[in-house]
C-alpha cells in the first residue's frame, strides 16, 4: 500500500512538473510573438531612410508652406505642379476656371517633370481643395508617372475641410500603396498661419513613422 501511495505521488508530481514547464513555454512564445509583432509594426511604419518626394500644388501660398516644411522634417526633395497656362491672380476669377476646368473633366498641361521618379520610395501629394477635390493639374501629374509599387501620402490644406480630396488622390493611384493622409484648416491666405499648424503636422508625420 505504502509502494502504491509512492507511485501515485510520483505521478502526480511529474503530471505538475509537465504543466508548469508547459506553461512557461507558451508564456514564452507569447512574449516571443507580441516582440515579433512589435518588431513588424515598427518595420512597416519606419519610412526613416526612405527616398522621398514632396510634390505639391499651390496658389495662395498656404500648401507651399506646408509642402516646405514636410519636406525639411521629412528630409525630402520637392517638385512644385504648375499649370501651364497661369491661373488668374484674383480669387474670384481662379475659382470659376479652376470650377469649368473641373467639370469639364481636363488634365490641363503642366510645366516640368520629376527626374527619375523611378528612384522615389515615397510621394507627398500635397494639394489645396478646390471645388471639393484637388486641382486638375494634379491630375495631370499622378497621371504622367507610374507609382506602382510606391507609397503615396496625400495632404491638404482647407478654408472648412478636405471633402473627397484625400480620397481622391488615393483613388488616381491604385496601383501605389497608401498611408494616412491630413487636411489642415486655415481661414488665412499665403502661408500666413501655418506655423500655428506646424504641431499638428509633427504628430502626423510621426504617427506615419517620420
Known amino acids: 500500500m505504502k509502494k502504491l ?40 511604419t519606419d519610412m526613416k531612410g526612405k527616398k522621398v518626394l514632396v510634390a505639391y500644388f499651390s496658389w495662395s501660398g498656404n500648401t ?21 497656362k497661369t491661373y488668374p491672380t484674383e480669387y474670384n476669377a481662379c475659382t470659376e476656371d479652376a ?8 488634365r490641363p498641361a503642366i510645366k516640368g517633370k520629376v527626374e527619375n521618379m523611378a528612384q522615389y520610395d515615397v510621394v507627398f501629394v500635397c494639394v489645396p481643395v478646390w471645388w471639393y477635390t484637388a486641382p486638375m493639374p494634379v491630375f495631370t501629374f499622378l497621371e504622367q508617372y507610374d507609382l506602382k509599387g510606391k507609397t ?34 486655415t481661414k488665412e491666405m499665403g502661408g500666413k498661419d501655418m506655423e500655428k499648424k506646424h504641431p499638428k503636422i509633427d504628430k502626423w508625420l510621426t504617427e506615419i513613422g517620420f
Not at 470650377?99 to 481636363?106: F, H, L, V
Not at 478636405?162 to 488622390?169: Q, W
Request: one cysteine or more; charged letters at 25%.
Open 99 to 106: 470650377k469649368a476646368e473641373k467639370e469639364a473633366g481636363e
Open 5 to 44: 501511495f509512492t507511485i501515485v505521488a510520483m505521478m502526480l508530481l511529474a503530471v505538475m512538473a509537465l504543466s508548469a514547464c508547459t506553461a512557461k513555454t507558451n508564456k514564452a512564445n507569447q512574449e516571443a510573438g507580441e516582440s515579433t509583432n512589435e518588431t513588424t509594426k515598427k518595420e512597416t
Open 152 to 185: 503615396v501620402i496625400p495632404f491638404c490644406t482647407a478654408y472648412s475641410g478636405p471633402s473627397s480630396t484625400l480620397r481622391d488622390i488615393v483613388s488616381a493611384t491604385p496601383h501605389s500603396n497608401h498611408m494616412d493622409g491630413i487636411c489642415i484648416v
Open 64 to 84: 507651399k508652406e506646408a509642402a516646405h516644411y514636410i519636406a525639411q522634417k521629412a528630409g525630402a526633395d520637392e517638385f512644385e505642379i504648375i499649370r501651364e
